[in-house]
């Protein structure tokens, strides 16, 4: 609590101490039937994990970039009150955690392999929860992407290392699997049933704060963000390390899993969504199976249909996928289907907006025969079309290596993206110097940075322009850390960070 809150705090109080007493009155009696989650949290807690990530990193050069008089103390207390997270742990740091002996699983915690090889480095936490009693645990695609070793620690403080059984990173689902049994479980519930309104919990550990417990209502159902999926909009308080965490109705069962939060800063800001656990489910069974995910296509780039577009077209309502076009030999191509259609039904069940046709295409098992219903020329007509499967993104099988085609990510080898500050916007800010962070990814991300932070210097080097900065962390030695002058807000520091190996 800063100063002005508390001072603002005391007035308050010594305000209320100075008024007469007045009669109890009915307007004063507290609100009735609010709902008390204790149960809830007694029956489904267990069942919820906190999930570690880390990555194998080289100790050589490890203090050669921090500022001269700071040490891991210092940057640990900067972390906390400049970003609000912990500082990620540092190789050898003092205040690495510990692992355990749970069956081979040991601790993701900076200490030395038997072979004297690198040590690991923190890399990212999160959420999830137990599947089955066996050890299949569900959680974000994007909280275990790229980690080199997964821990899932349960509520009674045994930790194990997880085997990564697949992840799917359009829908955002993983799920690995410990070596337990007699686990207790989280029972899976039905997303369809959600009614706007309701009451919903979250259980995870939002920075790092295992077993944390936040409440609120179901803000919207089917909210489509542009994702693959449409989600459940909340106005649960979700922050990072929330993700892969369920989201929980009154009847303790599981009906999302939290995924994504809308916000400008990087906290909460009121609006959160989950994944609907029926889609995430049947991700996670074809996970569970093959390690992969198989999808289908009809081969066809679609776009909205418009309320000008439909009134031209004599369409009662705007609805529907309008084809842009057809990929020559596809399945929409064999059945007839043209640019310029527009397709109203898949199987007989409505395309109401133009992201509702892959996930339903998508669904439908390859070599299916199926309808598609369009509206062509002021008339509709139904067209036979076989299913084809669609390419995935990435190999999901969990002893398969990273995919030929590597994931895009940043400009340079700090995982950041930044461009020139515009004059009248230094002018404003009070700035000789600096550029604006506009994409952070891999080294960025584990030390904090986000979009719309400044960077005014590398090192010793103020940065003048964001070629200068490209030129000069192109030359960064990847073995050394080295600091960056950031500011945020009114706050400038010095973060730390270690650039990846260029390939």
Request: proline content about 7%.
């Amino acid at each position: 609590m800063t100063t002005f809150s508390v001072r603002k705090f005391l007035a308050a109080a010594v305000v209320a101490a100075c008024l007469p007493l007045v009669p109890h009155t009915a307007s004063a009696a507290p609100a009735a039937n609010l709902p008390d989650f204790t149960d809830l949290v007694d029956k489904v807690g267990p069942a919820v994990v906190n999930i570690r990530t880390t990555t194998r990193v080289s100790t050589s050069g490890a203090r050669g970039g921090l500022p001269p008089g700071m040490d891991d103390g210092d940057m640990s207390e900067f972390f906390r009150r400049f970003f609000g997270i912990p500082l990620p742990q540092s190789p050898q740091s003092p205040g690495s955690p510990r692992g355990g002996d749970n069956g081979g699983s040991g601790s993701g915690g900076n200490q030395d392999s038997p072979d004297n090889s690198d040590p690991e480095q923190n890399s990212g936490v999160g959420s999830g929860f137990i599947l089955s009693a066996d050890g299949y645990v569900m959680t974000n695609a994007h909280v275990v992407d790229d980690a080199d070793t997964i821990y899932v620690t349960l509520t009674d403080k045994r930790e194990f290392k997880a085997k990564l059984i697949g992840v799917d990173d359009r829908t955002d689902v993983a799920v690995v699997k410990i070596s337990a049994a007699n686990l207790p479980t989280i029972t899976i519930g039905d997303s369809n049933k959600v009614r706007v309104g309701e009451w919903v919990v979250a259980i995870g550990s939002p920075f790092g704060l295992e077993n944390t417990v936040t409440a609120g209502i179901v803000s919207a159902k089917g909210r489509d963000t542009g994702d693959y999926l449409p989600f459940i909009q909340t106005d649960v308080a979700v922050n990072p390390g929330n993700s892969g965490g369920p989201l929980i109705n009154m009847q303790g069962e599981v009906i999302g899993i939290n995924s994504q939060i809308y916000s400008r800063t990087g906290g909460f800001m009121g609006i959160s969504f989950a994944i609907p656990i029926d889609e995430a489910m049947r991700v996670a069974d074809q996970l569970k199976a093959s390690g992969k995910v198989v999808r289908g296509r009809i081969a066809v780039a679609i776009g909205e249909v418009t309320k000008d577009v439909a009134d031209s077209l004599g369409l009662p309502k705007a609805q529907g996928a309008l084809v842009s076009s057809v990929e020559p030999g596809g399945p929409a191509d064999k059945a007839g289907v043209q640019p310029g259609d527009i397709i109203l039904k898949f199987n007989g069940h409505s395309v109401d907006t133009a992201t509702d046709l892959p996930r339903m295409v998508g669904d439908t098992k390859p070599g299916t025969k199926s309808t598609i219903t369009i509206w062509r020329k002021g008339q509709t007509r139904d067209l036979p079309v076989t299913i084809a499967e669609m390419q995935p993104d990435k190999t999901t099988k969990a002893d398969d290596k990273k995919p030929p085609v590597p994931k895009q990510r940043a400009t340079n080898v700090l995982g950041l993206a930044v461009s020139d500050i515009p004059a009248d916007q230094m002018k404003a800010l009070k700035l000789r110097n600096g550029v604006q962070i506009d994409a952070v990814d891999g080294p960025a991300v584990r030390v904090g940075l986000q979009k719309g932070d400044i960077v005014l210097r590398v090192g010793d080097t103020d940065i003048t322009s964001a070629k200068q900065f490209d030129e000069l962390t192109a030359h960064l030695d990847p073995q050394k850390m080295v600091a960056l002058l950031v500011r945020r807000g009114e706050n400038t520091q010095f973060v730390p960070i270690r650039p990846r190996a260029q390939k």
